[in-house]
């Protein structure tokens, strides 16, 4: 399996998926000024929505400044997005505007944290998703 890359603002809701899933992960900054990660093999983002009621700013700055390198840009496989449902139709939309920007699928959605059961999904579909970006490789 590949990488996991993550945002996770102060509140941390990303963090605790990402450290339940269990997987290894790095994770981008939340102050500018701090050292971007730099990816070496291919990654699956996860990200949180930030989005207002029109579904503008949905990606984080931080996000966006990781992805505008085309090194880094170029190793994403795969978009897992978070949001709160309360949003109605902005849920989760970071996901889907760096998967059309970046012409990657969004793997999955979950609300703030997620639950044991997004847990699970996400790690059977992680590795079912790896396991075919693999066999296409050969």
Known sequence: MAGLVFYSSASG????L???LGLPAKRIPIRPDDVMPAPLRP???ICP???DGEGRGAVPKQVIRFLN???RRALLRGVIAAGNRNFGVTFARSGDVIAT???VPV???FELAGTETDVARMRAGLDEFWRAE???MV
């Open 134 to 136: 693999c066999s296409t």
């Open 69 to 71: 390198d085309p090194a």
């Open 101 to 103: 920007k970046c012409n």
């Open 43 to 45: 990654f699956v983002l």
């Open 18 to 20: 990402v450290a339940a």
């Open 13 to 16: 809701n990303t963090a605790r």
């Open 107 to 109: 793997l999955y959605r």
């Open 49 to 51: 929505t930030y989005a």
